[in-house]
């Protein structure tokens, strides 16, 4: 029973980040190898576990000597985007499939879908009901608030990265794009989380009116990269 407790629990966790995923991916007019998406995706997911370890040593150490909340939050986010961007990037990089600017934001959200799998398999787990493993209440309620929040999150956050990845795309000034991503991706972050902790009461309305707006911007940049992609082919 404990068993299929578990199985069950994994299988909801994963649902939120593939059902995103799956939605961005129909944006890419041409569609990526479906093994370089399950790789990056397991890449992203893989990456979890130094991202954990940087952010403990960021709060036990850094905050040892600074101690602010909203310092705390913005380095947490920047840890977590600037992984995310590596994860990527060291997944397609150098594959002869990662041939246009769009493939960029495609593989970033894949990325972030294999590290949002990672938090909500963790925090799922935390209302795992060894004894009645079919009572899923508690975990279902909440992966579906992280389907609308974190998970959502994580795919918009990279998503610009992938933006700016983008347009720095064979360019002299692909560093400087990518820093201008993760810097607009770790502002996403953190007006996120702080509206979570400001609007506890009113938690699900406002960040999700806030993600529903970024994630407007996101797709408006996916029309912008297939314009530019089919003049370029032009």
Sequence with gaps: MVILSVF???VAALLPAIIWLLFFLKEDVHPEPKRLIIYTFC?????????????????NVLLELIRNAFLLMIGLAVIEEVFKFFAAYFAVHKDPAFDEPIDAVVYMIAAAMGFASIENIFIA???????HP??????????????????LL???????VGYFWAKGWRKPDLRNQIIIG??????????FNYLVLKFQNVTLFYSSLFLVVAAFFLLNDFEKLKTADKERKM
């Design 8 to 10: 069950i629990t994994i």
């Design 43 to 59: 890449v992203g997911a893989i990456i979890s576990l130094p991202v954990l370890i940087a952010q403990i040593i960021f709060q």
């Design 125 to 131: 787990s935390q209302n795992i009901n060894t004894i």
């Design 134 to 151: 079919l009572a899923f209440a508690p975990t279902l309620i909440t992966l579906a608030l992280r389907f609308v929040g974190a998970t």
């Design 154 to 160: 994580h795919a918009l956050a990279s998503g610009m």
């Design 182 to 191: 993760i810097v607009g991706a770790t502002i996403i972050h953190f007006v």
